[in-house]
């Protein structure tokens, strides 16, 4: 159930609040100032306030909140007719909707929050999707820092020290140890100990040879980051073993 916002007071507000509560969760309020406190802190709910006079000081309380909630949905009512001209000014003012007899007809009014509903759904996913591009270009681009790092590192020791804080900024993990196998098999990063094992451990292949493994404690992969695919860590790990193997050959 979508969260309402309804700021009106009296039989209007009481009758507003019946219309409401059948389809949505209502929260009643009765100062403009309520409203502008709430708005900081609702970015779920859609807004509806009743239309008052003066109306300049109205258009104020518009111009706050829009000023809180940039993308706010906020719908003004009125139980009479609205001028154009007042109805023009309401919107300049930031109103997304303006619904005139709303008790006389609540369909307008539902329809006008379900308009709202669809706006904030489309704004929430467009803002996500920007900040998964975001994300995957600084990942991107950090991994590439990182592998130009691994090529010039001049000895394994030095390529392991380097490579151990960005494997963990990448992975999200709380600590990364990696252990490359042969011989004399090496262990870099945090240590090991028998009673806490790592929660993930990611094979470092070389075609069918096995370089090594990376060990992640308390890994969420890309944690903090709007992304979840794991191909950016996997495809590193993979540039890790080859460079690893001409290290350690």
């Known amino acids: 159930m979508t969260s309402i916002v309804l700021a009106a007071d009296g039989l209007l ?14 929260e009643r309020l009765t100062e403009g100032a309520d409203l ?7 970015d779920d709910a859609v807004f509806i306030t009743v239309l008052v006079q003066p109306l300049g000081d109205f258009l104020e309380l518009l111009t706050a909140f829009r000023c809180r909630r940039p993308e706010g949905e906020i719908v003004v ?36 929050i379900s308009k709202g ?43 392991l020290s ?18 490359v196998d042969g011989p004399e098999a090496v262990t870099a990063g945090w240590p090991l100990p028998h009673d806490a094992p790592a929660d993930r ?13 990376v060990h992640l404690q308390g890994a969420q992969m890309f944690a903090g980051y709007a992304i979840s695919s794991e ?8 540039q890790l073993a080859l460079v690893i193997h001409h290290h350690h050959r």
Not at 36 to 42: D, I, S, Y
């Open 13 to 26: 507000g009481d009758r507003l609040e019946e219309i409401l509560a059948t389809d949505h969760m209502v």
């Open 36 to 42: 502008l406190k709430v708005a900081q802190c609702r």
């Open 77 to 112: 009512v009125s139980d009479g007719l609205v001028p154009a001209q007042v109805s023009l000014a309401v919107f300049r003012h930031g109103a997304t909707d303006v619904v005139e007899q709303p008790v006389d007809q609540p369909e307008r009014l539902l329809q006008a």
């Open 117 to 159: 509903i669809l706006r904030q759904r489309q704004a929430t996913e467009s803002a996500q999707l920007v900040q998964q591009l975001v994300d995957r270009n600084y990942l991107l681009s950090r991994i590439h820092e990182l592998l130009d790092e691994l090529h010039r590192a001049p000895s394994l020791d030095a390529l």
């Open 162 to 179: 380097g490579v151990m804080p960005a494997l963990r900024e990448i992975s999200g993990a709380t600590a990364v140890a990696i252990t």
């Open 201 to 213: 451990t990611i094979p470092l292949h070389l075609e069918e040879q096995a370089v090594g493994t």
């Open 231 to 238: 191909d950016l860590f996997i495809a590193l790990t993979r």
